[in-house]
């Protein structure tokens, strides 16, 4: 089973059709501001969580996945990267998956990190893409040998919260890319419980790697 790796920040795709019809340009602003902001408070957090050198590497962890949890549409991600299997699974292996990605995210955040961690998340601007739903653009900032890597983010807001539905780094969707491996697994393995058997091990792969107790 490939993972693909899980760049700074993870990690999440487009979930609903997009409409031909932009907002008012007032209404634009005011999504793509709020939206700008939002992804740089997210950047903010991060940094502080991974510059914070007494914290230990499951309390790290632990903060990462919170700040996972509360910005990110977990359960809309998952759904869509299980795509037409989340129909033919049973409620206990939803509620599995849905576990079982969540923790594959969060490690893998955790581990991808720390090769990040002396880096920073340039927000560079947000546009409105329909009334509900911006795209933050962003950019982590490296040594000029290595180059800077582009990083957008597709931000819906609800009610006035926003959340993060995918993070697309150089033109490529995470979200889709997880979708694809996936999808593979399940052909392989034959089974949404198949695919779960495969999340579980490469959450314990982490774990183990990360040095975190089960």
Do not use: C
Not at 177 to 192: K, L
């Amino acid at each position: 089973m490939r993972f693909p790796h899980v760049v700074v920040a993870t990690v999440f795709a487009a979930f609903s059709l997009v409409s031909l019809a932009l907002p008012s340009s007032a209404m634009a602003s005011t999504l793509a501001a709020g939206a700008q902001e939002f992804i740089q408070s997210i950047a903010d957090e991060t940094v502080g969580v991974l510059q914070d050198d007494a914290l230990q590497i499951e309390d790290r962890t632990q903060k990462l996945g919170s700040l996972f949890n509360r910005h990110f549409a977990v359960e809309d991600i998952a759904r869509f990267v299980l795509g037409r299997h989340w129909r033919s699974a049973s409620e206990a292996e939803r509620s599995n998956y849905v576990d079982l990605f969540r923790d594959f995210i969060v490690f893998g955040y955790a581990q991808r990190f720390g090769d990040f961690a002396g880096e920073q998340l340039r927000v560079r601007g947000a546009s409105p893409v329909d009334e509900s739903t911006a795209i933050v653009n962003s950019e982590i900032v490296r040594s000029r040998q290595q180059g800077n890597i582009r990083v957008d983010w597709r931000v819906v807001e609800t009610n006035g919260t926003f959340q993060i539905h995918d993070v697309v780094v150089e033109g490529v969707s995470m979200a889709q890319t997880q979708r694809s491996d996936f999808a593979a697994t399940i052909r392989q393995r034959g089974s949404v419980a198949g695919l779960n058997q495969a999340l579980q091990q490469k959450v314990n792969q982490l774990r183990e790697q990360l040095g975190i107790r089960s």
